[in-house]
């Protein structure tokens, strides 16, 4: 019997080691890409309109081979540190299963070291904030073995604001003033109708 709890103690250990194993850090990530995005710093982008332009390259000062590993790339809108205050949904945590500082993914693509670009319309659920670009290089496992961002490492440059929609559209003010107008004169024509029967009925 103990020699059972015994196994079924270590094949727990064994498990949770393994899971531990595959966690990935920020923090243990070399920058290895560099990357650039359209937006110029302090410029303002409204949701559900403006583009943004992301450029993606292998930096070539790293040693060769480091990309060996590479398949993928996927490219974030982030939330610079200015639009996480207080907001415990945008967190940064070093462990990046955790991390929820990127929310909102720009595009995923086939890793390649050089000669890739992307246009993105910036979502309409997009919240006002202040963000940067961040590109994570994948491998085969989909984890996250290197990175590159628009901004630096303290992530208070090259910034740029998005706007968000106020939950309006110029089309439903001008159905509404349409329905308004319809509804009046509907209203006047009731009226109308009403008191010219009363004449006929006198």
């Keep these: 019997m103990a020699a059972r709890a015994f196994l079924v103690a270590s094949l727990l250990l064994s ?3 393994q899971i531990c194993s595959s966690e990935t850090y920020f923090s243990s990530l070399q920058r290895t890409l560099i990357v650039t995005a359209s937006p110029k710093s302090g410029e303002v982008l409204k949701s559900g309109e403006d583009k943004i332009t992301v450029r ?3 930096n070539q000062t790293v040693p060769a081979g480091t990309d060996s590993g590479y398949t993928t790339v996927k490219v974030k809108l ?3 540190p200015i639009s996480q ?3 415990a949904w945008r967190k940064t945590k070093d462990l990046l299963s955790k991390d929820k500082t990127c929310q909102h993914q720009v595009v995923s693509r086939p890793y390649k070291a050089s000669n890739n670009s992307a246009e993105w319309t910036v979502e309409r659920d997009v919240p006002t904030a202040t963000y940067f670009v961040r590109a994570y290089a994948y491998d085969g496992e989909d984890q996250e073995v290197g ?3 628009t901004t630096d490492a303290h992530k208070d440059t090259n910034l740029f604001e998005v706007q968000a929609i106020t939950g309006r559209h110029s089309s439903l003010d001008i159905a509404a003033v349409c329905f308004s107008a319809f509804s009046l004169l509907s209203l006047f024509g009731f009226f109308f ?3 010219r029967k009363a004449r006929v009925t006198k």
Aim: charged letters at 20%.
């Design 147 to 149: 990175y590159g961002q």
């Design 56 to 58: 993606w390259s292998l």
């Design 78 to 80: 982030c939330y610079a």
């Design 85 to 87: 205050v207080d907001r």
């Design 15 to 17: 498990f949770s080691l």
């Design 193 to 195: 109708l009403e008191k």
